[in-house]
């Protein structure tokens, strides 16, 4: 090329620094190498989180200095093998090339530690995204109630966070907003996020089941829309790719907030609408195949049919193939209606109903052993169903046919891959994984982490951005011309994909023990914080374009829509907290983490299960235990077990709960 100018954006290490020459070059992942001169007009700065905080405690360097601003600069805050951002300009002349960094941000502390996992990062930015949203809906006030979500709470907002003119409230997103106030109260103990969840979890309740007989299922309308004289139930969805149906997907993460918040307080009000929401998708949605023989006229293939008729409740109505021939609907499945069940509500599920007490009744024990049967099911699907049998396509297959043929030619997808479902696949088997290795199955839990490392090592290839990180969106899972990636849409990046990205690299790390995938982590939790933290509303950005520059025509400067209502940023905010403690600082942190709760004083169950999450065996333990600020003795078996005996005196109390490492 003879002549351009383009602007230059990488994520790497520092292999060489001259701060006399003003250079330093940086090598990507990808193992290209760039040397930058700094511009005159460059600046350098430390990564900064939501709060506004300066997080600069780089000392002065000493010993003989350049005579120039930007080599002082570079000998201060750069160090060979340190991960930095550089974003600068390439000039091309006559074949000969040149960079000038204009910026770089330092994402490692003066002690060589990552500054996002200080203790405090992910706890700060979950409190302010919290804050922020509150007090966009609600205003000045620590006063929450039902009434206020009624005339207050609204699915889509702006990019500063208000109500916009519509004045839909969608279940599912109400729902996805109480999972974020419910993680934030677990992570921060701030009771203002507990309050807003009671009262948005009584508003849910109350307002938007769906109007069916008896008292053996539970579903939900798709929302309700307020005029200034009336609240109106919108019954079936309206969503674009569900549109006239009852989608399973909608259904699961309605469930979402009700399951984290009963974590917290194991109200059994709230448990009986989660349990008949999940007898409506063993009844409505499941492909049954009991002893052998399919159940209720179904094809009996097993896994769950992602759509039924709002009128017959039964997904192969003929209805459904004359709404959006294109977008199929009747007697299909895809990842949402199989695998979305595990992180959406299962896990924490689980996590909250074992142990048993022995006079539990009945109706519960036999719950339990649904969601168990359920989680069985369905990750035996992940692991049977999804891969693709061609050992030279990395992708799993997304959508089938009742008989699990898949699907090529639904609607938008056509026969792409959406890389984020490649990465949730991951993080979530290795969750499983951890499930299983608890239990004794040791063999299944192999099974789910050779998969799940299987494409988190592929995704590196065919999924990941290797000069800047972050993952990309959708990609074709055979590309032309034998490319190892050739996305569908662009080379833009969503945030919820981030998300997946993060978490699975982090918990196969935890897993491993393979430091490949911590530095995975690390990279893409640095893309995240770099550029998915909108500092000027003190939110996120839903979509970022291949260099980290936000978009935000259009709908993607919405803070609070359907796919950004309050879910993946909190559940990103409170396992990559969790993730890091537990298995990246190692036993040398004497600080520990904490969670809180606060079991309601209707409580029945006598043991509180604080496991974090589906953690590996042996890698935490409970440290202390205190109710209202007073310690009480727990015994070994029970800090191992990370599981808190409750008394009658305990509930309607605060209880605090400090894990800490176990030495390997």
């Not at 769950?304 to 299909?332: A, N, Q």
């Not at 003190?538 to 980290?548: I, K, T």
């Not at 029970?638 to 309607?652: E, I, Q, T």
Request: aromatic fraction near 12%; glycine fraction near 8%.
């Amino acid at each position: 090329m003879q002549r351009s100018i383009n602007k230059l954006a990488i994520l790497g290490k520092v292999v060489q620094l001259e701060p006399e020459r003003k250079s330093f070059t940086v090598r990507c992942r990808s193992a290209d190498e760039f040397t930058f001169e700094v511009a005159q007009s460059g600046y350098l700065q430390v990564l900064g989180n939501l709060d506004a905080l300066n997080r600069d405690t780089f000392p002065e360097p000493s010993g003989v200095l350049p005579d120039h601003q930007q080599g002082k600069t570079l000998k201060k805050y750069l160090r060979v093998g340190d991960l930095i951002f550089v974003e600068g300009v390439t000039y091309e002349n006559q074949n000969q090339s040149k960079h000038m960094a204009h910026a770089i941000v330092v994402l490692q502390g003066p002690d060589g530690k990552p500054l996002f996992e200080d203790p405090s990062w992910w706890l700060s930015q979950t409190s302010t995204m919290g804050d922020e949203w509150l007090i966009g809906l609600f205003g000045a006030t620590q006063t929450y109630t039902p009434d206020n979500f009624m005339a207050n709470y609204r699915t889509n907002l702006d990019i500063m966070g208000g109500s916009m003119d519509e004045r839909l409230q969608a279940t599912a997103t109400l729902s996805r907003y109480i999972y974020g106030l419910s993680s934030s109260y677990l992570l921060t103990g701030d009771e203002n996020f507990l309050s807003a969840a009671r009262a948005a979890v009584t508003y849910q309740m109350n307002e938007f089941r769906y109007p069916l007989s008896g008292n053996r299922h539970r579903l939900w309308i798709y929302g309700r829309r307020l005029s200034k004289s009336r609240s109106v139930p919108v019954l079936p969805s309206e969503n674009a790719d569900d549109n006239g149906t009852i989608a399973l997907y909608e259904q699961i993460y309605a469930l979402a907030g009700l399951t984290q918040y009963y974590r917290i307080t194991r109200d059994p009000i709230v448990l009986n609408e989660i349990r008949l929401t999940v007898q409506s998708f063993e009844d409505f949605f499941h492909d049954s195949n009991a002893e052998g023989k399919s159940v209720n006229g179904l094809p009996g293939q097993g896994g769950y049919f992602s759509h039924v008729d709002p009128l017959t409740f039964r997904p192969d109505s003929e209805r459904l193939d004359t709404i959006d021939p294109g977008r199929g609907k009747r007697l299909r499945k895809n990842w949402n209606s199989v695998g979305d069940h595990i992180p959406a509500y299962l896990v924490n599920l689980i996590i909250a109903l074992e142990p048993l007490d022995e006079d539990d009744p009945k109706e519960i024990r036999e719950f339990l052993d649904v969601c168990k049967k359920i989680l069985d099911e369905t990750s035996d699907l992940i692991m049977e169903k999804f891969p693709d049998p061609d050992k030279n396509v990395p992708y799993v297959r997304e959508r089938f046919f009742a008989d699990w043929t898949p699907e090529k030619d639904w609607g938008w997808q056509q026969d792409c891959a959406i890389v984020g479902h490649d990465l949730k696949i991951a993080w979530n088997l290795t969750r499983v994984a951890c499930y299983y290795l608890a239990t004794g199955n040791k063999a299944k839990a192999d099974r789910a982490v050779a998969l799940a490392e299987k494409l988190g090592k592929a995704m590196v290839t065919h999924g990941l951005d290797l000069l800047r990180s972050g993952c990309y969106d959708g990609v074709w899972r055979e590309p032309e011309s034998k490319l190892p990636i050739e996305t569908v849409w662009g080379t833009h990046k969503d945030f919820w994909q981030q998300e997946q990205g993060i978490l699975a690299y982090l918990i196969l790390y935890g897993y491993t023990g393979k430091p490949e995938y911590l530095e995975l982590g690390r990279e893409m939790a640095a893309f995240w914080n770099l550029h998915f933290l909108d500092r000027d509303n003190r939110g996120v950005f839903f979509r970022v374009q291949e260099d980290g520059s936000p978009i935000i025509e259009g709908a993607y400067s919405q803070k609070g829509g359907y796919p950004i209502a309050g879910y993946h940023s909190y559940e990103l905010n409170y396992l990559a907290h969790i993730y890091t403690r537990a298995y990246v600082t190692g036993p040398e942190d004497d600080q520990g983490f904490c969670l809180y709760f606060s079991p309601s004083e209707n409580a029945t169950q006598r043991s509180l299960n604080v496991l974090p999450d589906f953690v590996k065996p042996g890698a935490i333990e409970i440290d202390e235990v205190t109710v209202d600020g007073i310690p009480i003795e727990i015994d070994k078996k029970s800090k191992k077990a990370c599981n808190v005996p409750l008394k009658k005196s305990h509930l309607g109390r605060r209880i605090v709960v400090r894990y800490k490492n176990i030495k390997k």
